[in-house]
């Protein structure tokens, strides 16, 4: 039996409350037969400096490194918030994803039929919506040089940023989401600003010699970023697979990630390059939400998107994909049979703990696998 190396790094808050969940999912896995895991925790962000002085140590980093894959939970709280800038809880993550070359975020956007009634749209827009973003996650105007504020000298000041993009990024982000597309519906829509930004002209090429060359059986569609936001809210189930760059990613996710209603039900990976010898490629699963300090230590943290990350681990860089969709199916299954942790629950519904979630789910995938 294959076995996989995980690094878990709980982090702070809920993190490691949700991570216990996750870890109950593992533990069921192994003793299954579906597959072993070699485990091993390590420490990030605010705990990780509490410990040591640093958001994440060298020999976590190794670990890292030599890992298969990284599930992380969150980090982050008001306890650090006079931290130095260098050694803040985010720097844990900021050094994972440079040091990991992380260059592809995917953000699935799903509807569960159950939670039609959490969205902000209306229930027949998102029945059913199953979307994934895939955004560039280290180029473009985050990081473009020249990135300054220089003084004029006349009382006024001039702040610049830039964006950049070389063919290779835009081609090895596109790969990716043509790769994803051929494993679901077969579409793929590009955005950018290609009409008024140059980075987005080259972008459009890009994609669009690359398609012609090597993913001609895939549909691509070419969309404007602001009419794509447009879209999104109004017939989201129009697109499947979205690529688009760091920045109008960064916005198009978080307006996705509402159609779903919770945050506490959204998961991420987040890619590497493929290693020419292995072809295994680097790769950070985690929630789209953060530590949640605000209800940290009650149980009442929804583990879904900390589960729903381990299964994005299982389906992209194990392929472990029929256990994959059966703990999908168990997640779906123990929501229609009404079971909802407080942030999803509706007035008339009595919420379940972090640990009863978990539990649910556990033994929903025992009728199956
Ligand atoms: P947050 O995502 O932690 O919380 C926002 C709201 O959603 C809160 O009311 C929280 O209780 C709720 N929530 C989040 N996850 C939930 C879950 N699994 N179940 C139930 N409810 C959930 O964002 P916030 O409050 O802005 O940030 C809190 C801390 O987390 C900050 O220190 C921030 O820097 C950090 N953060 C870390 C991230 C990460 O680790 N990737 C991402 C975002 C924020
Ligand atoms: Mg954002």
């Known amino acids: 039996m294959a076995a996989y190396k995980l690094l878990l790094l ?9 991570m216990a969940e996750a870890e109950k999912l593992i533990a069921f896995l192994s003793a299954a037969g579906v597959a072993s895991f070699e485990t091993e925790k390590g420490l990030v962000g605010g705990s990780a400096y509490d410990a040591h002085g640093q958001a994440i140590s060298e020999s976590d980093m190794a670990l890292a490194q030599s890992a298969d894959a990284v599930l992380l939970a969150a980090v982050g709280g008001p306890k650090w918030d006079g931290v130095p800038y260098d050694v803040r809880p ?4 900021l050094r994972l994803r440079k040091d990991l070359g992380l260059f592809a975020n995917l953000r699935p956007a799903i509807c569960y039929p159950a939670l039609v009634d959490a969205s902000s749209l209306k229930p027949e827009l998102v029945d059913g919506l199953d979307i994934m973003i895939v955004r560039e996650l280290t180029g473009g105007v985050y990081f473009g040089e020249p990135k300054e504020i220089t003084d004029l000298g006349n009382g006024q000041k001039r702040g610049v940023d830039t964006q950049v993009y070389e063919t290779y990024e835009i081609e090895r982000i596109a790969r990716i989401a043509f790769e994803l597309a051929r494993k679901r519906s077969n579409k793929v829509t590009s955005s ?19 398609h012609a060359r090597e993913y001609a059986d895939v549909q691509l569609e070419h969309m404007l970023a602001d009419a794509l936001g447009m879209q999104l809210v109004r017939r989201p189930k129009q697109f499947d697979v979205i690529v688009t760059d760091n920045l109008f990613g960064d916005l198009l996710s978080d307006v996705a990630s509402m159609l779903t209603g919770s945050l506490g039900m959204l998961p991420s990976a987040s890619l590497g390059g493929e290693d020419a010898a292995t072809g295994k490629r680097k790769a950070l699963y985690e929630p789209c939400h953060g530590s949640a300090p605000d209800i940290a230590g009650k149980a009442l943290a929804n583990p879904i998107a900390m589960i729903g990350s381990l299964v994005m681990a299982l389906r992209y860089s194990f392929g472990l994909i029929p256990a994959a969709d059966a703990i999908d199916k168990a997640i779906a299954d123990v929501l229609a049979a009404g079971l909802r942790t407080a942030d999803i629950a509706g007035p008339t519904d009595k919420p379940v703990s972090t640990s009863q979630m978990g539990d649910a789910i556990v033994a929903e995938l025992k009728k199956t696998l």
């Open 10 to 18: 709980p982090g702070d808050g809920i993190g490691p409350e949700i």
């Open 90 to 93: 985010e720097a844990g993550l």
């Open 192 to 210: 950018e600003k290609a009409n008024v930004m140059k980075s987005g002209l080259l972008w459009r090429e890009v994609v669009t010699a690359l």
